[in-house]
């Protein structure tokens, strides 16, 4: 099983439409981020979580908002979805500062 | 902020020829963590290769190999011997290891498609 899990795996949803992507893991991390990457931008952090009480904004959090409803588990929010959201989404999680992140296998979003 | 610069955007080479990747990046730190994370289509993000900024010895994994140069503030990906297998986007990162302030996790070059030629 994966380590961190992420679903769906792909959603094709219409502009103004709400819509929920969900993480979670089994790494016992603290650590939690929503990436979004669009070809040519690389990845870019959205929002960051160091435990349930502390979220962070991350480089582009409008539009975007998040949940961390235990320490497992980080969903990311669309309250009203714009075509220009459409994206390919990561989550990822963390130990100490000097390890890797480990990546979700991501949610391909594309809004209509 | 931190920025991470891929001045690449693509780049081809032939099977089982080397193939350097360059990236470069700004910071005020003197402490930091650089790593370079492959993408293939599988669009699953697997860590090549991590260097610890107060280490001077280049990293090393197998056929991979960093360039890493402090003061200048780069840090390039060697590949050795390519396969079609490394065909992917490859994407330079650099992690502070002080986080808050609205800063935390990796800031990311924007990748570079490295094309295997059979």
């Known amino acids: 099983d994966a380590d961190v899990t992420q679903t769906p795996r792909n959603r094709i949803t219409k502009t103004g439409k709400r819509i929920m992507l969900e993480c979670s893991q089994t790494?016992?991390?603290?650590?939690m981020y929503w990436y979004r990457q669009d070809p040519g931008l690389g990845l870019r952090l959205i929002y960051y979580?160091?435990?349930?009480?502390?979220?962070n904004k991350g480089e582009i959090s409008d539009g975007y908002s998040v949940s961390r409803q235990a320490q497992a588990k980080f969903s990311l929010s669309l309250e009203s979805a714009i075509p220009n959201q459409t994206a390919l989404y990561f989550c990822?999680?963390?130990?100490?500062?000097?390890?890797?992140?480990?990546f979700g296998s991501g949610t391909q979003l594309s809004v209509l | 902020a931190q920025t991470v610069t891929q001045s690449q955007p693509e780049m081809s080479v032939q099977e089982a020829e080397t193939v350097t990747l360059s990236c470069t990046y700004d910071t005020s730190e003197s402490d930091y963590y650089l790593f370079w994370y492959k993408q293939p289509p599988s669009r699953q993000m697997i860590l090549v290769i991590r260097q610890e900024a107060y280490k001077q010895q280049n990293a090393t994994e197998n056929r991979f190999s960093v360039n890493f140069q402090k003061a200048a503030k780069s840090f390039s990906l060697k590949i050795s011997d390519s396969q079609l297998g490394d065909a992917a986007m490859y994407f330079c990162?650099?992690?502070?290891?002080?986080?808050?302030?609205?800063?935390?996790?990796?800031?990311f070059g924007k990748g570079t498609h490295l094309i295997i030629q059979p």
């Open positions: 990822a999680t963390s130990g100490p500062v000097n390890e890797k992140l480990f």
């Open positions: 990162a650099y992690r502070s290891p002080y986080s808050g302030g609205g800063a935390d996790g990796l800031t």
């Open positions: 790494k016992g991390h603290d650590r």
């Open positions: 979580s160091f435990d349930v009480k502390d979220i």
